[in-house]
């Protein structure tokens, strides 16, 4: 009997203790539900809005629909869920161990600006995008053919486009196909022009468009010549325009601009084609085909796609392995390095379909 009682008083004792600690940690959870007092973004501290997103270090961007805002980088400070908009803009200035510090907008206003502090959890930073994810068939619009079609929304009825690994760009460059660009001993750089020297003949080679603008002399570059095409190639820019193309210019008799593109040209003899990708100045990139027309000196346009979620890295390494497959190294849409940090690059296979043109 008496050990029967000792049982039942240990476990009242057992009991009451466990109810004594379930009492305890309801209090401090009330506690901390105290101290976590429901907050709206008025109070966040106010701070000048960007105006100038160059001076952005990093921009953060999420796949969530709603994200958390904290008042300081503490997973216990106050803090409150936004909606996520698409047109909303996360500018990332400092990092923390768990979080990033940003200047928001609200409502897109850039004099109603706050600082608040956001998880890593539930952003990437421009420097870490991947194509993971991403819809690389997506276009904006395309000309097939002298056809323009702004309805049609996908790369399938042009070929296959995929994600390929490095290792497997670096082997395929091995069997390119497309035609080098040569330099040509004859063209010489004399007072900051390109003159083409041969036999006591001196052609200067000028731009094809103004020579001059309010900051000065267009630039020209040399690149190099066709010996398809027969034609030199130069790489011209602007000091007050970010954009480039390459012009090509026949020099046989005398000097005559031919044809020009976007992007540094990948030439396939094979086809008699001119090629290029380039990053559009307003969304994503731009993929062109057209066939060189030599007895009429002109170029029939095959193919242009704007691709929307990749922009191009380095255009002078994408090539031809064959007449319907193409390769080209990018970069996530909206990615960036950001101080030392260098962005992900990503390769891309373009491959059209047999009977395309």
């Not at 190099?224 to 030199?232: D, K, T, V, Y």
């Amino acid at each position: 009997m008496k050990i029967f009682n000792q049982i039942v008083i240990s476990s009242m004792v057992v009991f009451l203790g466990c109810n004594q600690q379930n009492k305890t940690s309801e209090t401090s959870k009330a506690e901390t539900e105290v101290k976590q007092k429901l907050i709206t973004l008025a109070d966040f501290k106010k701070i000048k809005g960007v105006d100038n997103v160059q001076e952005v270090p990093f921009q953060l961007f999420t796949k969530l629909d709603s994200v958390q805002f904290f008042v300081t980088p503490s997973k216990d400070a106050a803090h409150l869920k936004v909606a996520y908009n698409k047109f909303d803009n996360y500018y990332g200035f400092e990092e923390f161990e768990d979080f990033y510090s940003i200047h928001y907008s609200i409502n897109n206003n850039i004099s109603n600006s706050i600082e608040a502090f956001v998880l890593k959890s539930e952003f990437t930073p421009s420097f870490e995008l991947t194509l993971n994810g991403v819809d690389l068939y997506e276009i904006r619009s395309s000309t097939f053919k002298q056809s323009d079609d702004f309805k049609n929304k996908s790369f399938k009825k042009f070929g296959t486009i995929t994600e390929i690994s490095e290792q497997e760009f670096k082997t395929s460059s091995k069997n390119t196909i497309n035609e080098p660009l040569v330099k040509n001993p004859n063209m010489k750089l004399q007072d900051d022009n390109w003159v083409y020297i041969e036999n006591g003949r001196k052609e200067v080679i000028t731009q094809h468009e103004s020579i001059s603008t309010e900051t000065g002399p267009l630039a020209n570059e040399y690149v190099g010549r066709s010996p398809f095409l027969n034609l030199e190639v130069f790489k011209e820019n602007s000091d007050e325009v970010a954009e480039s193309y390459y012009s090509f210019y026949n020099i046989k008799n005398a000097v005559m601009f031919e044809l020009s593109t976007d992007g540094y040209p990948q030439i396939l003899p094979t086809k008699s084609w001119v090629t290029s990708v380039s990053s559009n100045n307003d969304v994503g990139s731009n993929f062109i085909i057209a066939k060189y027309l030599p007895q009429t000196k002109k170029q029939d346009n095959l193919l242009y796609v704007n691709f929307t979620n990749f922009k191009i890295a380095d255009d002078k390494k994408a090539f031809w392995t064959d007449n319907n497959t193409f390769y080209a190294e990018v970069f996530p849409l909206n990615s960036a390095a950001v101080n030392g940090k260098k962005q992900k690059t990503a390769y891309i296979k373009i491959q059209l379909k047999a009977d395309l043109f």
